[in-house]
């Protein structure tokens, strides 16, 4: 499944409404850690078909960031039916991203 970039305008469609669990990664484009978390979290759009896998600069949407209370990035937040199940902050290898939405 290819990645979605969420904004503030598709998040409620693309998100909260969403059928399927959701893997949110904010991040912003001068984050180090975030650059080496990218390619991980395409592997794992590309790899599993049951999770959504959205992207939040948070530079471009700051409300989003601010409604998730992320106060560091790279941060991984897995919500189900408009709720946050599970989350992550900092660097996290494959396989953690995988344990993080239940892989």
Request: with cysteine.
């Amino acid at each position: 499944m290819a990645l979605l970039h969420i904004t503030e305008k598709n998040f409620d469609a693309e998100v909260i409404q969403s059928d399927k669990p959701v893997l949110i990664d904010f991040w912003a484009a001068w984050c180090g850690p975030c650059q080496m978390l990218s390619p991980i979290i395409e592997q794992v759009a590309e790899e599993v078909d049951d999770v959504k896998i959205c992207k939040v600069n948070v530079d471009k949407e700051p409300a989003l960031a601010s409604r998730f209370g992320v106060m560091s990035i790279p941060t991984l937040v897995v919500m189900e039916k408009g709720k946050v199940v599970n989350q992550s902050v900092g660097y996290i290898g494959k396989d953690e991203v995988l344990a993080l939405i239940g892989k």
